[in-house]
């Protein structure tokens, strides 16, 4: 009994369900895609989330590994918390629209590496997601380190129920699938707005302030960090980003099915 209300024991459980949704999203829209499209479609989906995902960790560039720490490190001082947050969400916003932008520019690159219209259209799509998706990383990282992990879990598994309704609401429809990749702007719009209203509502912090000496810090530390967490996406993803490099979005599709399937389940 004094386990189950043992704080630790709740924030895992908290935490265990946010990794279910995620497991279980992914495997719907797999499923979804393939069943009301076919295996192109679901090429050309995977293919460019895969490069949302590679191009999602140079944009953030590690900024959230260093709020994590900080904010459990000055988890007693609001006033110093605050203007490294703030700094920190600055710093995420100006890299996220840097990065939508270049990702939409470079629309012609991804024409030419995957030799497919559809998938550089998906992949500039997907751009306006990054627009966001940086600042809430940093805010999600933030909520970790206070140990806000009932809240940090729900905006989680919100964030992939997201993705996982948009993709397949345009599945079914007569869009074109490359527009499936709005889910993502779809979800970072809903996870900012929930972790708006709850900063609103709790107020953690009791200064915000932009400080030049928490952008060097957060830089110097999110550049160490950057490797790892590029690696750990660029290892779950080179699978599906070399298939449809050297074939063509079918066969992307149909490997990427069962790889996405296997992924959820692990």
């Not at 995977?46 to 590994?65: C, K, R, T």
Request: glycine residues 6%; positive net charge; aromatic residues 12%.
């Amino acid at each position: 009994d004094s386990l189950s209300k043992h704080k630790l024991t709740r924030d895992i459980a908290w935490s265990m369900g946010s990794f279910f949704v995620l497991a279980i999203s992914g495997i719907v829209i797999n499923v979804a895609v393939t069943a009301l499209r076919d295996a192109a479609a679901l090429g050309v989906f995977n293919l460019a989330y895969a490069v949302y995902i590679v191009i999602s960790q140079l944009a953030i560039w590690g900024i959230h590994y260093s709020v994590l720490r900080h904010a459990a490190f000055f988890k007693e001082n609001p006033v110093e918390r605050g203007t490294m947050l703030f700094t920190a969400a600055a710093m995420a916003l100006v890299s996220g629209v840097l990065a939508a932008a270049l990702t939409v520019l470079a629309e012609p690159l991804f024409a030419a590496i995957f030799e497919s219209s559809q998938t550089a259209a998906a992949v500039r799509y997907s751009a306006l997601g990054l627009l966001l998706f940086p600042l809430n990383k940093v805010l999600l990282a933030y909520l970790n380190g206070l140990q806000e992990m009932r809240v940090f879990s729900i905006l989680q598994g919100f964030r992939y129920l997201m993705v996982m309704l948009t993709v397949t609401a345009i599945a079914a429809s007569s869009l074109p699938i490359e527009l499936a990749t709005l889910a993502f702007f779809v979800a970072e719009v809903g996870t900012a707005l929930g972790a708006v209203v709850w900063f609103i509502k709790c107020r953690p912090t009791e200064s915000m302030t932009f400080s030049a000496v928490w952008v060097r810090k957060h830089f110097a530390f999110g550049t160490k960090g950057l490797a790892g967490g590029m690696f750990a996406e660029v290892n779950s993803r080179i699978d599906v980003l070399l298939i449809g490099f050297f074939l063509n979005d079918r066969a992307t599709g149909i490997y990427s099915f069962a790889a996405m399937l296997v992924d959820g389940l692990y």
